[in-house]
């Protein structure tokens, strides 16, 4: 089955891009982000939609809502953009295309002291190389980085062409003419059908440079030869790529959704170390970014906490019970895990640190339904019925209770299904894989195991050996607590609930909320801007100092590989940023050494591996630290920001977007909240997007144009060609094609004085730009973002959670902004990242929880047929609070989105050793026992089995609650919710529940007997 990190996550999101060449942030907003924008507003099942309009650019995001058939809507949506009639034709037609989760695997490097056309050229023979699948399987995409392709460039100076009187539009339609291939039918000759195909120039400078653009009266011929220069060249680099100091070609290797990330990086390097021998020594080849060591060191990891957890259950189950309950119980794992895995292939999941841990979850709870059965089959050996008999009558005894208690442990699972967004894709492993592996337990405990009970089951009165657990001593001091307790029960269920009070209160006050914990893998990006006047070869420059300074803080035995690139930063895995003034180094580190007991010594006995261990000392956050300190106030850095690759499906910790009407409120509004987060504490790495954008030279015709007949569009046709490059036509060179790029030579296109710019005209009169258009210069803005059709201003941050949370600092921006936004209505402000991910995964458990809730409650109604004793078993529930709050605090954790996710899987198992309690007290009842009795009987025969199934479910997750290392700890807080709620609710389940029921039942009678003197007193005559 495939292996990665962390679960694959579909994004019910699409995108529309639309390349605009040469056309700055305004123009493209108004003539293409709008338009599309308008075209699509109406459209059904659209939760938002968010644009970006930078230069040359149009990005349209849509948003759809949960649920939607996103393939539905893509049909919808190619007919709408057919629609969209308004587009300028020199924009190029927009691209339609379904967000996919992108799961990069491991990246390759080429450099060497060698041409850059040479090194494009082993680039792409190697991307083609994996893309044949013959030595690499599994491979969804690769992308290459700093790469440039061929051009054919006809190379033109205005003033010749003014004192030869040829426009730019006779020099296209010359090339256009005689370069293409013209079909020119077919003739019905008798030898049969000739086809005949006309033939244009050869695509080559020589043949080019031959085409005639006129005939002098003399009959001489002009031909291009004698206005341009023709030459192939590579196109114009839009981004450059760096790996370790030196200039690369960077291809980036993503899986597809069913492939082993382990198994594609292995085929990567075996790759690369057969390219090593078969390049020439003057280029290199290197991988990094290989996120495969974290996978295979995380997926050991959990693992080998599974193997441990295993041992101490086992460990648990002989110490308590003995060797032969704890041999037929162990038999049953196997098979539930079968049952779990078969699943996962079936509902196409990977195996991952996610529904690893839900094996572990489901490993003390499989034991469960088998600890009951054998303890009461055993039960009843010991009072001396022949072991078929003990068999029959001690798992038939128990069947109700016990399919109950799974299917109110699968209704606590279940409704995380209803948790929508990324958090609701990224933790559906753990329902399944738990549903499965309890329904192949069930099946086992009373299909399989009576018959090995009967079979292995004994019970030798004349052994008399000393147990580990002495169970006379402490049954009996129990049974003396909980005898105090129902007699005094309304003090105990009073200081129980004033316990669960204050409890419940300290969480709400002293420990903070947050989404995901800030787990980091050893992999930080350091996002740089510079001014955005810069070309990339002077955002270049500054990304070797920036290299210097990342080199001097992170020590040679930390660094690993560092990539830079340049003109091109990635926001996220999906998302990314193109411009001349970003720089993006990726910093790979080592592995760190050895953490904690299991990948000290677990790990390793496991792995059969001794020798792989890492070195590092120093944690990825505090390199992160010394790189922000070292950057900090560096000459020609704008801004700068570091994105850790963390645990999960998180974004950056603060966004907070403005939109209304008025740019420069909505300006003013951002500056103002940037200036109020430089003063909070914990809040580092502020950004914002007010930037203005690169300066601008407006040229608009003016009546002297208008006299000549001149039109705007003839102007800025003739300044476009000239400066951007008009793409004529494609030709085929070594079998690919290639644009042949018309364009102005660079002493013209460096030149920012267009005043005496040349325009020859197609009459073939030559008229200067500054007598025919008035020119100005402006300054707009750098990125136009857009929210539902309004424009918007986004200010993003990262937090110190130590510190601050995003609940906290949000909640004082509302504070700050309170007034002004009330009134100013047309103004809003909205939250993104990780606030918004909160909201509404919480907002989907607190579904989640109350779906569980009234399935459990239905459940246990159908089995008591009663509608008081459900609520005395699920009573249980809140005392799982007290035990999440004390492991939270224990352990340093703050209450996030996994610990609450633990709390719903608690509930189940809480339910569980309620049940089992509160049906034997019911039974002893119906056979006549008085109520204080049965609840004593019901402690003393209960109390093993319900101590087993907390123990057993405790140690199955206490390696992730104790040993918790690296990524590891991102499921650490899930396991200490479940572990320590479920110890703290077990004991009060064994003392306070019986007391509740007992007030319950006192509730009841005093009622029944009320009622039934107002029966009496309305019966008497008057």
């Not at 058939?69 to 949506?77: L, T, Y």
């Not at 120093?618 to 922000?628: A, D, G, L, T």
């Not at 004529?728 to 018309?742: A, C, E, F, Q, S």
């Amino acid at each position: 089955m495939p292996q990665e990190m962390f679960p694959s996550i579909e994004i019910d999101m699409v995108s529309i891009t639309t390349q605009y060449d040469g056309a700055p942030p305004e123009d493209v907003e108004q003539q293409i982000t709008l338009p599309i924008e308008e075209q699509f507003e109406e459209l059904a099942d659209i939760d938002y939609i968010f644009s970006t309009s930078g230069e040359s650019r149009s990005n349209v995001f849509i948003k759809l809502k949960s649920g939607t058939n996103v393939d539905d809507f893509m049909r919808i949506a190619r007919s709408e953009l057919d629609q969209v009639k308004r587009l300028p034709s020199e924009a190029e037609k927009p691209e339609l295309s379904r967000i996919v989760a992108r799961f990069p695997v491991i990246s390759i490097a080429i450099y060497g002291n060698v041409s850059d056309a040479y090194l494009a050229e082993i680039a792409n023979q190697v991307k083609i190389r994996i893309k044949q699948g013959k030595e690499v399987k599994g491979v969804a995409s690769v992308d290459i980085a700093g790469n440039q392709d061929w051009e054919l460039w006809v190379v033109v100076n205005p003033e010749v062409l003014a004192a030869h009187k040829i426009s730019l539009s006779q020099i296209a339609q010359a090339l256009r003419e005689n370069l293409k291939d013209l079909p020119g039918g077919s003739v019905k000759a008798k030898e049969g059908d000739i086809l005949l195909r006309g033939r244009g120039q050869r695509p080559d400078a020589g043949h080019i440079k031959k085409i005639v653009l006129k005939h002098t009266l003399d009959g001489g011929q002009l031909t291009l030869a004698d206005l341009a220069e023709i030459k192939y060249r590579l196109e114009e680099p839009k981004t450059l790529g760096r790996f370790n100091g030196n200039r690369s070609i960077n291809l980036t290797i993503s899986k597809t959704s069913r492939a082993s990330t382990i198994e594609v990086a292995k085929q990567i390097k075996a790759l690369v170390k057969k390219l090593k021998s078969e390049l020439p020594s003057s280029v290199k080849a290197e991988t990094f970014a290989d996120s495969s060591v974290y996978v295979e060191t995380r997926l050991n990891t959990v693992k080998s906490s599974g193997i441990v957890g295993l041992i101490l259950l086992l460990i648990s189950l002989y110490v308590f019970l003995n060797f032969r309950i704890a041999l037929i119980t162990a038999m049953g794992i196997p098979v539930s895990f079968l049952v779990g895995v078969i699943c996962l292939f079936y509902f196409g999941l990977t195996i991952n640190m996610i529904t690893l841990f839900a094996f572990l979850i489901a490993l003390g709870m499989i034991v469960d339904d088998a600890i009951i059965v054998n303890e009461n089959i055993y039960r009843y050996l010991e009072q001396g019925l022949p072991a078929h008999e003990a068999a029959i009558k001690g798992s038939r005894e128990v069947f109700w209770p016990v399919l109950a208690s799974t299917a109110t442990t699968i209704a606590a699972f279940l409704p995380m299904f209803a948790i929508t967004g990324h958090m609701g894709e990224f933790i559906k492993a753990i329902p399944i894989v738990v549903t499965a592996t309890l329904l192949g337990s069930l099946i086992e405990a009373f299909g399989v195991l009576p018959s090995h009970a009967a079979e292995i089951l004994k019970v030798k009165a004349k052994n008399k050996k000393k147990q580990v657990v002495n169970w006379g001593k402490w049954l009996g001091k129990y049974i003396n607590a909980l005898e105090w307790s129902i007699v005094n029960r309304y003090i105990v269920v009073a200081l129980t609930v004033g316990i669960l009070v204050v409890t419940f209160a300290y969480a709400k006050t002293r420990i903070p909320v947050v989404f995901m914990s800030e787990i980091n893998i050893g992999q930080f990006f350091v996002n740089v801007e510079t001014a955005n006047t810069n070309s990339l070869l002077d955002s270049e420059k500054i990304a070797k100092q920036v290299e210097k300074r990342i080199s001097s803080v992170v020590k040679k035995d930390e660094l690993k590989t560092m990539l830079t690139n340049i003109g091109f930063s990635m926001i996220d895995l999906n998302r990314y940023q193109v411009g001349s003034q970003y720089i993006q180094v990726m910093v790979d580190l080592k592995k760190r050494e050895p953490q904690g007991f299991i990948e000290n010594i677990v790990s390793p006995l496991v792995t059969f591996n001794f020798s792989d261990k890492g070195k590092r000392k120093r944690s990825s956050q505090e390199i992160e630290n010394n790189v922000r300190q070292a950057l900090r106030g560096m000459r020609g850095i704008e801004r700068m920001n570091i994105i850790r690759l963390s645990g999960g499906p998180a974004g950056r910790d603060l966004i907070a977007g403005f939109t209304g009407p008025d740019t420069t409120k909505l300006k003013e509004y951002a500056k103002e909240l940037v200036a109020y987060l430089k003063s909070q504490k914990g809040v580092y790495d502020i950004r914002h997007d007010i930037d203005p954008g690169k300066r601008e030279l407006q040229y608009s015709i003016n009546s002297r144009g208008k006299e000549l007949g001149l039109t705007q569009q003839q102007i800025s046709d003739i300044v476009r060609t000239g400066f951007l490059g008009l793409e004529v036509v494609y030709v085929n060179r070594d079998n690919k094609r290639i644009p042949v790029r018309l364009i102005f030579n660079d002493r013209i296109r460096k030149n920012s004085d267009l005043r005496n710019l040349k325009l020859t005209l197609a009459s073939g009169k030559t008229v200067y730009l500054g007598d025919v258009a008035s020119l100005e210069e402006g300054r707009g803005m750098s990125t136009i973002r857009r929210y539902n059709l309004n424009r918007m201003i986004r200010v993003s941050a990262e937090l110190n959670s130590k510190i601050i949370t995003s609940a906290e600092i949000t909640k004082l921006i509302d504070q700050k902004f309170k007034k002004q936004l009330e009134a100013n209505p047309e103004y809003k402000l909205s939250y993104y990242g990780e606030k918004k991910q909160t909201q509404e995964s919480f907002a989907g458990m607190g579904r989640a929880m109350f779906l569980a809730l009234i399935i459990i409650y239905f459940i246990l109604c159908a089995l008591f047929k009663s509608l008081f004793e459900p609520l005395v078993v699920m009573f249980a529930i809140p005392f799982g609070i007290i035990g999440v709050v004390i492991g939270h605090v224990i352990f340093g954790y703050n209450l996030q989105f996994l610990s609450l996710i633990g709390f719903i899987a608690l509930s189940g198992i809480v339910v569980n050793d309620s049940l089992i309690l509160v049906d034997f007290i019911k039974k002893q009842r119906d056979k006549g026992i008085d109520r204080m009795q049965a609840i004593l009987t019901a402690g003393k025969v209960r109390i093993r089995p319900i101590l087993l199934t907390s123990i057993t479910t405790f140690l199955g997750v206490s390696p992730l609650i104790f040993f918790a290392t690296g990524q590891t700890a991102l499921l650490a807080p899930m396991a200490v919710s479940l572990g320590f709620g479920l110890l703290l609710a077990t004991i009060l389940i064994l003392i306070v529940v019986p007391c509740f029921y007992l007030v319950v039942d006192d509730i009841r009678t005093s009622t029944l007997g009320a009622l039934g003197k107002l029966r009496k007193r309305a019966s008497r005559p008057s």
